[in-house]
């Protein structure tokens, strides 16, 4: 389907204030590129960018073997902690009538707040940071707004927690960046005060491109395009893996076709990306699962597998990813500058790993783990679970809202 699918009632961005993106900053125009386009030095680049399938098609059963010694079936354990029994008496509960929810009990979170102290506690030293400046809030979904469940069809938001989501996009620039597909996110979330970025940030929707206050030809910046929504709202569309699209239909009704055996399996087409899930599977079945996947990716050098939360993501090989979506919008927002901005990042997957490192590095905002067992970050600050995701957000708009009285009675007096 064709950038124009953009004409959609889904998204109705409420900020228009923008800029241009800087091209070369982002790297728009040589890291989208396959990376057998790149260096050809690099290790990743061998025939990696070809976007149709190499080869005659290998058997989907394929040599076990393939899986363990590449470290697969390490990785989908790694990223599948054990389920532990829900607190009694938890407010999870109110979250999802289900008793299919991952959650665990106080000591491991407490051993994880030893190196990512609780955002709740610290919430002082993050304000004190984003004092006199602008907050921008980036927000994964699944385990972060939703909790995670057996089925990703019913990962459904509480409405406490859309009304308090609502709220944060009225006061600050808010986004979702998701591994769902950009429908599929706001079909779950349904706020058109919010922007969205589906595919791990490989389908943007946000405001309008422009450069001092004249608007800038799209047709200079690859995979972007200006329109407006069916509510009149101009918007631009970022797409930099369209070229994959046909590739990327082409594997998943493969992964249907080859999965469909195995018990508990459920193949997702997000547009961008293929999610294969492996979370109601036995685990003695995981190897298969995961050879099959592997032996599928061999006859598609443009595509790589990443590990989520008993989730295999097929994605296109390509230098983009939910931190390069962050600077994205941070840029179309006129919110790049890292003395006058503070970023606010919160998610709980692998791949807001990526968004994690760039404000990091940057020394710009922070970014916040959701997650209730120890693992490695490159986040600053982790809150347990959804309950608690929601829980900050409140105090973020608490604190908003005496800062704006604040400012409202010292205007007042200067008046008077």
């Known amino acids: 389907m064709g950038p124009m699918e953009l004409n959609s009632s889904h998204v109705s961005p409420v900020l228009t204030e923008s800029v241009a993106v800087n091209k070369s900053r982002l790297g728009i125009h040589s890291s989208l590129l396959p990376y057998s386009q790149q260096d050809s030095s690099s ?9 149709s399938r190499t080869g005659s098609r290998k058997s989907a059963a394929g040599n076990i073997d393939d899986v363990r010694f590449n470290g697969w079936l390490d990785a989908m354990k790694a990223s599948s902690p054990p389920r532990k029994k829900i607190l009694k008496g938890s407010v999870i509960n109110t979250l999802l009538p289900s008793s299919n929810i991952e959650y665990d009990n106080n000591e491991d979170y407490h051993s994880l707040t030893v190196d990512y102290p609780s955002a709740i506690e610290c919430f002082g030293n993050i304000i004190g940071r984003a004092k006199n400046k602008r907050v921008a809030v980036f927000l994964d979904y699944d385990g972060t707004l939703s909790p995670i469940v057996d089925d990703p069809d019913c ?78 709202n101009q918007i631009t569309l970022f797409q930099p893996a369209t070229q994959f699209l046909p590739i990327i239909d082409e594997v998943f009704r493969t992964l249907v076709e080859i999965t469909k055996d195995i018990r ?153």
Not at 178 to 194: H, M
Not at 201 to 230: A, E, K
Not at 324 to 342: G, I, Q, R, T
């Open 43 to 51: 290790p990743l680049s061998p025939a990696a960018g070809k976007l």
């Open 155 to 232: 990962a459904f938001m509480s409405d406490p927690m859309r009304e308090t989501v609502g709220s944060v996009g009225r006061c600050f620039p808010t986004a979702i960046i998701s591994g769902r597909s950009r429908d599929n996110v706001y079909d779950l979330v349904k706020l058109t005060e919010l922007y969205y970025a589906g595919s791990h940030g490989m389908d943007i929707i946000g405001p309008p491109l422009r450069h001092n206050n004249n608007d800038v030809s799209t047709n200079n910046l690859p995979n972007c395009v200006n329109s407006t929504d069916h509510q009149g």
């Open 264 to 416: 508990g399996a459920k193949v997702e087409n997000h547009k961008f990306c293929v999610s294969v899930h492996y979370r109601n599977v036995e685990e003695n079945n995981w190897t298969i699962i995961g050879q099959r996947v592997h032996d599928v990716l061999k006859n598609y050098p443009g595509l790589r597998s990443t590990h989520g939360r008993k989730v295999l993501e097929i994605r296109p090989v390509i230098d983009w990813n939910k931190g390069k979506a962050v600077l994205f919008l941070l840029e179309s927002l006129d919110l790049n500058d890292k003395d006058d901005v503070f970023p606010i990042y919160i998610g709980d997957d692998k791949t807001d790993e990526d968004a994690f490192k760039i404000l990091r590095e940057s020394n710009r905002g922070c970014g916040i783990l959701v997650s209730s067992v120890m693992k490695e970050s490159s986040a600053s600050y982790s809150l347990r679970d959804p309950n608690q995701v929601m829980e900050f957000l409140q105090l973020l708009l608490n604190w908003n809202h005496k800062r704006e009285t604040k400012h409202f009675n010292k205007q007042i007096k200067v008046k008077v």
